[in-house]
């Protein structure tokens, strides 16, 4: 059930959601979302396609609608819900299109999708598509003069995500959805300086706020693995079954590399990886890779299609793997280049930038 019934609604402290689902008459409606850690769902009986829930939301959040308890039920909508009088109207096929009024935060948050980002995804995709026939979808390993002029665009592209971002945030910074897009945008993808300062100018409801405590986290996790911090400990099973200690490559740079078979990007930023490994390993340089897969064969097949001959480790159980916890980490490809001390010395190096810094390094100190 919902974290409050009849007792805070009986008060008017909670919400009220009038629902009409055109081509369904009949059946049940479930609202669910995750509560500290914990998911709780309630449900409604559709008549005469017709339904009304009630509950009460602690705090503003992410709540969804949908027509089975499953998690695989694609046809859904969420929307950021708080205690207010919620009318929800979609066809029976399609609840993602739904019109829901009521809910200023949620149409804050769904207008910055809709309009404001709409020109970043655009260049995105853009960017993307010319990237796809240039490498023959990641099948071709480009040159460097292109691989760079690549690279420069999407760092183009992530200044102008960060101004569009920053922009329509702080233009809402009274809304728990800004704190949303912080999270999703800024967090999500490791852009730990524009959240922070994002975070500065919030009020203290949307500091306090589900998303802004995740930002809070998020961003003192980030200072652990800052630069110049000692790395976190780990050890995990390698292919087979050997247990691999970090703290055994000291002595050594070492370049914690966090991947998984099913991520495309990190495919294609193995072989600059791979060149790396080729051109400094002879001087001291190591790499320990650390899957997020589940799947043990597709896990191996991958490091063998590859050619990745550095040490690999997983405790495959996916996103809940323990050294990416330990690291923050929330998308992959993502990396941290330790020092012969077990210290960080530079994160999230791609393409060229590997290549780079380790040029810099004098092995031989």
């Given at each position: 059930?919902?974290?409050?019934?009849?007792?805070?609604?009986?008060?008017?402290?909670?919400?009220?959601?009038?629902?009409?689902?055109?081509?369904?008459?009949?059946?049940?409606?479930?609202?669910?979302?995750?509560?500290?850690?914990?998911?709780?769902?309630?449900?409604?009986?559709?008549?005469?396609?017709?339904?009304?829930?009630?509950?009460?939301?602690?705090?503003?959040?992410?709540?969804?609608?949908?027509?089975?308890?499953?998690?695989?039920?694609?046809?859904?909508?969420?929307?950021?819900?708080?205690?207010?009088?919620?009318?929800?109207?979609?066809?029976?096929?399609?609840?993602?299109?739904?019109?829901?009024?009521?809910?200023?935060?949620?149409?804050?948050?769904?207008?910055?999708?809709?309009?404001?980002?709409?020109?970043?995804?655009?260049?995105?995709?853009?960017?993307?598509?010319?990237?796809?026939?240039?490498?023959?979808?990641?099948?071709?390993?480009?040159?460097?003069?292109?691989?760079?002029?690549?690279?420069?665009?999407?760092?183009?592209?992530?200044?102008?995500?960060?101004?569009?971002?920053?922009?329509?945030?702080?233009?809402?910074?009274?809304?728990?959805?800004?704190?949303?897009?912080?999270?999703?945008?800024?967090?999500?993808?490791?852009?730990?300086?524009?959240?922070?300062?994002?975070?500065?100018?919030?009020?203290?409801?949307?500091?306090?706020?589900?998303?802004?405590?995740?930002?809070?986290?998020?961003?003192?996790?980030?200072?652990?693995?800052?630069?110049?911090?000692?790395?976190?400990?780990?050890?995990?099973?390698?292919?087979?079954?050997?247990?691999?200690?970090?703290?055994?490559?000291?002595?050594?740079?070492?370049?914690?590399?966090?991947?998984?078979?099913?991520?495309?990007?990190?495919?294609?930023?193995?072989?600059?990886?791979?060149?790396?490994?080729?051109?400094?390993?002879?001087?001291?340089?190591?790499?320990?890779?650390?899957?997020?897969?589940?799947?043990?064969?597709?896990?191996?097949?991958?490091?063998?299609?590859?050619?990745?001959?550095?040490?690999?480790?997983?405790?495959?159980?996916?996103?809940?793997?323990?050294?990416?916890?330990?690291?923050?980490?929330?998308?992959?490809?993502?990396?941290?280049?330790?020092?012969?001390?077990?210290?960080?010395?530079?994160?999230?190096l791609r393409g060229a930038d590997l290549d780079k810094k380790l040029s810099e390094i004098n092995f031989n100190n």
């Open positions: 059930m919902l974290l409050s019934l009849q007792a805070f609604t009986s008060h008017n402290k909670g919400f009220i959601i009038y629902g009409t689902i055109i081509g369904k008459i009949s059946g049940k409606v479930y609202l669910s979302h995750e509560y500290q850690g914990v998911i709780h769902t309630d449900s409604a009986v559709l008549k005469q396609g017709k339904f009304i829930l009630k509950g009460f939301a602690p705090k503003a959040q992410f709540y969804t609608i949908k027509f089975s308890k499953a998690d695989t039920d694609r046809n859904q909508n969420s929307f950021l819900l708080d205690n207010k009088v919620v009318t929800f109207k979609a066809a029976k096929d399609t609840l993602r299109k739904a019109i829901i009024t009521g809910l200023p935060d949620n149409d804050i948050y769904m207008d910055f999708y809709n309009h404001a980002w709409k020109p970043v995804t655009d260049s995105a995709g853009k960017i993307y598509g010319r990237l796809s026939i240039a490498d023959h979808q990641g099948k071709v390993k480009l040159d460097s003069v292109t691989r760079k002029k690549f690279d420069d665009e999407f760092a183009g592209l992530e200044k102008f995500d960060q101004a569009v971002v920053t922009k329509y945030v702080m233009a809402h910074k009274n809304s728990v959805a800004a704190a949303a897009i912080v999270l999703e945008r800024f967090i999500n993808y490791y852009e730990f300086n524009p959240a922070e300062n994002a975070y500065k100018f919030f009020p203290l409801n949307v500091q306090n706020s589900v998303f802004g405590k995740q930002i809070q986290k998020a961003v003192e996790l980030d200072a652990l693995t800052s630069i110049g911090k000692p790395a976190p400990e780990f050890s995990q099973p390698d292919t087979t079954g050997k247990i691999i200690n970090l703290k055994d490559l000291k002595g050594k740079y070492v370049l914690v590399d966090f991947w998984a078979s099913w991520c495309g990007p990190c495919r294609r930023e193995n072989p600059n990886v791979l060149a790396a490994y080729d051109k400094y390993h002879s001087k001291g340089f190591e790499i320990i890779s650390v899957s997020l897969d589940n799947n043990k064969n597709s896990w191996i097949k991958a490091i063998k299609a590859d050619h990745l001959s550095w040490a690999h480790v997983s405790d495959l159980t996916g996103w809940k793997n323990v050294a990416a916890s330990k690291y923050g980490v929330k998308l992959i490809p993502q990396n941290f280049l330790l020092d012969k001390d077990g210290k960080i010395i530079a994160r999230n």
